[in-house]
């Protein structure tokens, strides 16, 4: 399911004069620039995706730069998956914090959020039990296999995402689309996850992408930006007249809308951004972000600064492979808690994919 977003006059987020802003700009995040593998080794990696019909919703990703996967988790563990991302919310002494009570839904009573995104990321919240179990779901870890072609994969520590609607103190969120991926990595490197474990209707905002953009990503680069300007982390956030640019190329604007248990996968050369809630919701939006890649994706000093991060139980960013970032806990009060509050089951598989064991 999706929607088409008729507001196409946005006022967006400032940006730097560069027109680009990246990880090294934000506080708390320390960026783990690590060596590439060959783009040769990418690109025969992604080449089965590209050569062929598959009758399915690759074809979607393909075409679109994003695609809807139904039920990729049953409802019923995806509603669970949820209440555990609650107890974990209010597991900070916040014992006001009540989700049947808006009035409750103040800073004061919740966890550190990531710059003002309702992402979650600190704390070990990224390798917590149930993170863990939601990534390793048969429904998701499958279809990332499907898409790869393999099932030699490594895990994103990615963020949880939990969103009040109508929430009083809520900072006001301005459109900020962008590119996760650099123009100097051609190609499909990175497909991302969104696990769905509520309602995403046309008022309970979530994510909004413009319909292939993905195949405008190389033209975009090389006919409406400076060389000068390109930068090389995975992160390119648009001006207002470069979103333009792609609009008058025909990429319609989608807020996309999904039910817990989905999965939603999307290129990072997809130009997308998260939309906040409307008056009308009253859904607390909750998702999971989750990527997974080929291990060969990765150098042996990615692998390397991986299993550190997993050891530290850091968060990363959506890449799994390359470009890795730690996000450090702030300091902050009443409880400072070194590790997940219900460790995963440190299985074989979880090792694999978390990049502390190779295949």
Known sequence: MTTTVTNSTLTLEPISTKSVRTYKDSPGIVVKK?????????????????????????????????AVIKNAIPKDRAENYQQEAFKWMKSFGNDELDFDDPKTWRKENLPPVDADINAYNCYGVTHEKFVWDARMEPGVLGEFEKLWGTDELLASFDALNVTFPNRADAPEMKPWPHFDQSPFKPGLHCVQGIISLSNHGPADGGLVVYRGSNNLFNKFFATQVRKEDWDEFNYYQLSESQLKWFIDNGCEEIKVNCEPGDLVLWD?????????????????????????????????????????????????????HADLTAVRNPVIKPIHRPQPLSMPELSDKLLKLAGAKHY
């Open 268 to 320: 990072s050369r997809t130009c997308h951004w998260g939309m906040v809630p409307t008056e009308k919701s009253n859904t607390i939006r909750t998702v999971i972000y989750s990527c997974f890649t080929p291990a060969k994706f990765a150098s042996e000093e990615a692998l390397d600064t991986k299993k550190e991060l997993f050891e530290s139980f850091s968060g990363t960013t959506h890449w799994p």
């Open 34 to 66: 690590t060596k590439s593998v060959p783009n040769e080794i990418i690109d025969a990696q992604s080449a089965s995706l590209y050569s062929k019909i598959h009758n399915d919703w690759r074809d979607d990703l393909v075409r679109d730069g994003y």
